[in-house]
């Protein structure tokens, strides 16, 4: 399984972007696609995850700002980020994981992309 992301850029505080992770390869039927990101000498965290077929979960920071949606057809997920903080800067990754219960945990992710970045200026 490859993982490609996109759509990382530059934008103000209070601004939106929308990523973009697209999924190749042989996978199963069911399994949960996530994003992480992990700043500037900071650890990798968690960010959102969505099941095949519905159920998501947010990390607290980014709830009610972020949104998580998925194209099974295309095997492609989504990260809508709308009013961004400076603190959303970060390089972030997809991943994906074969069994599909969420985990908010990096370990059990088996497939990652290599990553986008997002920077937001005060």
């Known amino acids: 399984v490859q993982l490609q992301a996109s759509g990382g850029g530059l934008v103000q505080a209070g601004g939106s972007l929308r990523l973009s992770c697209a999924a190749s390869g042989r996978t199963s039927s069911s399994y949960v696609m996530a994003w992480f990101r992990q700043g500037p000498g900071e650890e990798r965290e968690f960010v959102a995850a969505?099941?095949?077929?519905?159920?998501?979960t947010y990390a607290d920071s980014v709830k009610d700002r972020f949104t998580i949606s998925r194209e099974n057809a295309k095997n492609t997920m989504y990260l809508q980020m709308n009013n961004l903080v400076p603190d959303d800067t970060a390089v972030y990754y997809c991943?994906?994981?074969?069994?599909?219960?969420?985990?908010?945990?990096?370990?059990?992710?088996?497939?990652w992309g290599r990553g986008t970045l997002v920077t937001v200026s005060s």
């Open positions: 991943a994906l994981r074969l069994p599909s219960t969420i985990s908010t945990e990096s370990t059990q992710y088996n497939y």
């Open positions: 969505i099941r095949t077929w519905g159920g998501s």
